[in-house]
């Protein structure tokens, strides 16, 4: 019969109406500012430097400014500048280390191709700025975030990155072992420069002591980056 | 002779001389309707609620649309444009029209007792005026009624999709 | 205001009314008449532009409620920085009217283009007049009140189609010439659906059609013409008709914003185009005032025990609803095509109320009718219009089955 349909329509709207009141499965609406969703564990935006030690962002900083990211990056967002001594001798820590938000496509690529886990994924989005020059031109100060809040955010990959992290540095300390020990073969295949690096900014101040879960998966001896994290 | 029937003359005959003297037809068609208002206000300053608020239900609210919808819907032919306005051809219809008006206006208006002693206001009801239409008036409200149906239905002809060889369009 | 002699109804019934004589009480008497009419003029247009400025935002809390969100909750009060469920929204949007330029296009008629939206609201500020909002409170009485409500009415068109027209913009003459097929056509139905109501009621007179439904049968049920098989009809009518008369959503094709952005509101900005909402809002809620006056009984209470709440209670109450139908209806149909709006008043709603007009005019012949044969009036009048509702459904959807959908 002609209006049945019509009737039915009725009827939905109605019924949307009524349920927005009492249903919370309807009534979907976060009211922004004041409410917020939990963001899902992988959203990413833009990156963000490690530092291992809140106390000291700056001097923690995973980063050793090998250039790699610098290199690597599509749209060429990054610079760096290695920190020297008065001699010229690099101690691998940037100096500078600028990041143009404005610029950058959220690829990851550098995430990717860090070997030292320094680099990651950031998930703050509220950085709407007035300045649109220098205010999205993120420099070291801005970049360095702890561990601490690494783990905030990504909790199961930054649980892997740091049984990665600390596996190598357990192989790291064997091998040093074997080495004062009259076994310098094995030493001789494990101990490449980067690890080496690893190792000795571990030594400084040790990664926190996140112990490794059981699903944490079986990293290679060689930091690998993290991703994509495993579902626990 | 009251001001506010001076004015309302006024306002009825200035709308129209101006709705005539323009050359923009939609102008002229909205002056026309305010003209048609004018009327319906000579209506009600004489006290036929009815009639004015018909005057302004079927003209203002409907004749002056149709005739908006005619200015927008047609355009100007070149064919007949050849015709000027002074012609012959047109002189004599239009005599013979606007003449015919004119006498019968004239007529209707010589003819109807003017009476200028006061008299007490025919205060018509609509109930009774639907008793004298009804009543007295049948016939007349009949043939009203049969002359409106039959060009409504001369109308529907007209638009109505003919067969389907008149659909040839020269454009 | 007064139609009757107001001492007889207790105090809350003639309250307006007393105030009223209260204000103009120090007047000499050859000016109390004048005051007392700019005093109910006042008072009406106070009462409906508070309101358009309630129901803009109702509407957008009921949109949003029927879409699952909340619709305008956060502007507020000034100075005061306290939010009220969006209560200061209306506020806010007239402050945000008055203050954006008033921008007129260079190629448009600038007289005809500031004259629309003024003609537009006069007009529906006139359709009030004879609205009776109370038992006591009518504006004015005239014997011919539905044929002045809808020759005001009428008027409004032609003021849409100057917007149109003066904009000198293609999507407004096209918004122009669709409002005029529209409303002409929607005309016919809506003078059709109440003509049965005076048919019945005998007379044109709206505080004689609410009088005429104030009685109730068996004690309990009221006598509106909505009750009755022809009113029932007339009254759906009416309320289609309304739609497409307003302009409402679905029939809201001479706005349309998807396809003639905003039609002959296109040209318009600021202020001009606060008035057009005005009047679209103050055109929706007379013809619901007037809805409720012909077929919901006017002021009349719905059972008589209630009656002791005042009448104008009542009829806000209805108006109320009704305005809340027309919004529930706007969230959600969508718009109809310019062939399918003039197909259903042509082919179905102008038919169907014809066929009422002889309902009615049965009801009228078979008053008399009692025991029996009021069981047979009743079947006969409702034969008299479902069966015609039936067949000309059938034709009006036929070919129109469920659609099919095929992928290239």
Redesign the interface.
């Known amino acids: ?3 049945s349909g ?1 009737l039915q ?2 009827a ?3 019924k ?2 009524a ?3 009492h249903d919370p499965a ?4 976060t ?1 922004y500012p004041e409410q917020r969703t939990k963001l899902p564990e992988n959203y990413r935006n833009f990156p963000f430097l490690v530092h291992d030690d809140p106390a000291d962002p700056n001097g923690t900083l995973r980063c050793v400014a090998c250039q790699i990211c610098e290199k690597e990056c599509p749209p060429q967002c990054i610079y760096i500048v290695m920190e020297r001594d008065e001699k010229g001798k690099a101690l691998r820590r940037p100096k500078v280390f600028d990041l143009d938000i404005s610029v950058c496509i959220s690829c990851q690529i550098c995430v990717e191709v860090c070997p030292f886990d320094a680099i990651k994924m950031d998930q703050e989005y509220e950085i709407a700025t007035r300045n649109r020059f220098g205010g999205l031109l993120l420099h070291r100060e801005d970049l360095s975030k702890s561990n601490a809040y690494y783990h905030q955010i990504h909790p199961t990959e930054a649980a892997g990155v740091d049984a990665a992290l600390a596996e190598q540095k357990a192989k790291q300390a064997a091998a040093k072992a074997a080495k004062a020990a009259p076994a310098p073969k094995a030493a001789a295949t494990t101990a490449t420069p980067a690890t080496a690096a690893t190792a000795q900014d571990s030594a400084i101040s040790p990664a926190p002591a996140a112990p490794p879960p059981a699903s944490a998966p079986d990293t290679p001896a060689n930091p690998a980056p993290a991703n994509p994290p495993p579902d626990a | 002779m009251s001001l506010a029937f001076l004015l309302i003359a006024f306002l009825t005959v200035a709308t129209a001389a101006v709705a005539m003297a323009l050359r923009n037809l939609v102008r002229s068609a909205l002056l026309l309707g305010a003209s048609w208002a004018g009327v319906a206000a000579f209506y009600l300053w004489a006290g036929a609620e009815f009639l004015a608020f018909a005057q302004v239900l079927v003209y203002v609210g409907a004749i002056s649309m149709v005739v908006l919808f005619a200015v927008l819907l047609t355009r100007p032919s070149r064919d007949e444009g050849a015709v000027s306005p002074a012609s012959a051809g047109r002189l004599l219809p239009a005599l013979i029209a606007g003449g015919s008006v004119l006498g019968v206006l004239v007529g209707a208006i010589v003819g109807s007792p003017l009476r200028t002693a006061a008299k007490p206001p025919l205060a018509f009801t609509v109930r009774e005026l639907g008793l004298q239409l009804m009543g007295p008036h049948a016939a007349s409200l009949v043939v009203v009624g049969a002359l409106l149906t039959v060009a409504l239905l001369g109308a529907v002809v007209i638009a109505a999709p003919g067969r389907p060889g008149d659909r040839e369009d020269p454009r | 205001m007064s139609a009757h002699p107001a001492n007889a109804l207790p105090l809350l019934e003639r309250l307006p009314v007393a105030l009223r004589d209260a204000c103009t009480s120090w007047l000499p008497e050859s000016w109390r008449w004048l005051a007392n009419s700019l005093l109910s003029i006042v008072a009406i247009f106070v009462v409906f532009a508070t309101l358009f400025a309630l129901l803009t935002l109702a509407e957008r809390k ?1 949109l949003g ?6 619709g305008p909750n956060r502007a507020p009060l000034p100075f005061l920085g306290i939010r009220t469920y969006g209560l200061a929204q209306p506020l806010a949007d007239g402050i945000k009217m008055l203050t954006k330029e008033d921008i007129v296009p260079r190629g448009a008629d600038r007289v005809l283009h500031f004259l629309a939206p003024v003609a537009l609201l006069a007009f529906s500020i006139l359709t009030f007049a004879v609205i009776p909002y109370g038992r006591a409170l009518l504006p004015v009485e005239l014997d011919a009140a539905v044929l002045y409500f809808f020759a005001a009415g009428a008027a409004t068109e032609l003021a849409i189609f100057m917007a149109g027209w003066a904009s000198r913009n293609k999507y407004s003459l096209l918004a122009a010439m669709r409002a005029l097929a529209q409303l002409i056509s929607y005309e016919l139905p809506l003078l059709l659906s109440i003509v049965p109501v005076v048919l019945v009621a005998g007379s044109l007179s709206t505080s004689e059609i609410v009088e005429q439904q104030g009685t109730w049968l068996f004690g309990v049920f009221p006598q509106w013409h909505v009750f009755t098989p022809w009113g029932f009809a007339g009254f759906l009518i009416f309320f289609v008709a309304a739609l497409a008369e307003s302009n409402r959503s679905p029939f809201d094709l001479p706005e349309a914003e998807s396809e003639l952005i905003a039609g002959h509101l296109t040209e318009y900005s600021g202020f001009k185009y606060a008035l057009f909402f005005m009047a679209e809002y103050f055109g929706m809620c007379a013809l619901s005032g007037m809805g409720v006056t012909l077929f919901l009984g006017g002021w009349q209470a719905p059972i008589p025990a209630l009656a002791f709440i005042p009448s104008y209670g009542w009829f806000a109450a209805k108006l109320l609803a009704l305005l809340f139908v027309f919004m ?2 706007r ?3 969508p718009r109809l095509r310019i062939d399918q709006l003039t197909r259903l008043a042509w082919k179905f709603l102008v038919p169907l109320a014809l066929v009422n007009l002889f309902t009615a005019a049965f009801w009228v012949l078979s008053s008399g009718w009692a025991g029996p044969l009021a069981f047979a009036r009743w079947l006969v009048a409702g034969t008299l219009v479902l069966g015609p ?2 067949v ?3 034709r ?2 036929a070919g129109l089955g469920p659609r099919t959908y095929r992928y290239a």
């Open positions: 019969m002609l209006g019509l329509g009725l939905v709207t109605a949307n109406l349920g927005s009141f309807r009534y979907v609406t009211e | 009921i409620r029927v879409q699952n969100r909340p529930w209806i969230a959600t149909f509702f039936l000309l459904g059938r009006l959807s």
